[in-house]
T-cell receptor, first 115, second 117 residues
Framework: EAGVAQSPRYKIIEKRQSVAFWCNPI?????LYWYQQILGQGPKLLIQ????????DSQLPKDRFSAERLKGVDSTLKIQPAKLEDSAVYLC?????????????FGSGTQLSVL | AQSVTQLGSHVSVSEGALVLLRCNYS??????LFWYVQYPNQGLQLLLK??????LVKGINGFEAEFKKSETSFHLTKPSAHMSDAAEYFC???????????????FGKGTKLSVKP
């Protein structure tokens, strides 16, 4: 079974530039999550999708971050414009459903460096 | 508000020695607690979870954790460390307990485990 695919693996940009990350979840998984993991910290949930609808985006900095999952499969996370403090690993995860007993599958992440 | 504190950002043990990674939680609702492992350049993988059934939870790779309500702790242990256990370990709590999404977790800062030959 293919896992959660993320690209690019690494990205280096200058502050105020824009960047986008892509996630392809496991086939058939309705729920998709984006996390931000700053160095030395645990992951923080940014946004949760159920199919193509947003379930929770309470921790997404909406002035600069946006995410979409138009067809309920792939998802993109965008930062525009980037700030130095956005340097982090961005993790995508998926699960069959959104219940508390659903197993999460994580991608390897995209490491973003903002200079 | 719910929170998780992991004591020790770095733990080093010898191969074959006991592994003990400490986690204390704070929760206003009966907590659901998790341990995840992250190997270098990989995503997180669930080790085990506590969801109000047995207080001693067994997970993968020989790890187990015991929920102690009186101590608000959920420490992770393994009797004998193996070189392949070297990784970063995260304790997490589900802020909504039952009914919340497993993906909506509050994670601790992580403990990096090193295993010496």
């Amino acid at each position: 079974e293919a896992g959660v695919a993320q690209s690019p693996r690494y990205k280096i940009i200058e502050k105020r530039q824009s960047v986008a990350f892509w996630c392809n979840p496991i086939s058939g998984h309705a729920t998709l999550y984006w996390y931000q993991q700053i160095l030395g910290q645990g992951p923080k949930l940014l946004i949760q999708f159920q199919n193509n609808g947003v379930v929770d985006d309470s921790q997404l900095p909406k002035d600069r971050f946006s995410a979409e999952r138009l067809k309920g499969v792939d998802s993109t996370l965008k930062i525009q414009p980037a700030k130095l403090e956005d340097s982090a690993v961005y993790l995508c995860a998926s699960s069959l459903g959104a219940g508390w007993n659903e197993k999460l599958f994580f991608g390897s992440g995209t490491q973003l460096s903002v200079l | 508000a719910q929170s998780v504190t992991q004591l020790g950002s770095h733990v080093s043990v010898s191969e074959g020695a006991l592994v003990l990674l400490r986690c204390n939680y704070s929760s206003s609702v009966p907590p659901y607690l998790f341990w995840y492992v992250q190997y270098p350049n990989q995503g997180l993988q669930l080790l085990l979870k506590y969801t109000s059934a047995a207080t001693l939870v067994k997970g993968i790779n020989g790890f187990e954790a015991e929920f102690k309500k009186s101590e608000t702790s959920f420490h992770l242990t393994k009797p004998s460390a193996h070189m392949s256990d070297a990784a970063e370990y995260f304790c997490a709590v589900n802020p909504r307990g039952y009914g919340g999404s497993q993906g909506n977790l509050i994670f601790g800062k992580g403990t990096k485990l090193s295993v010496k030959p």
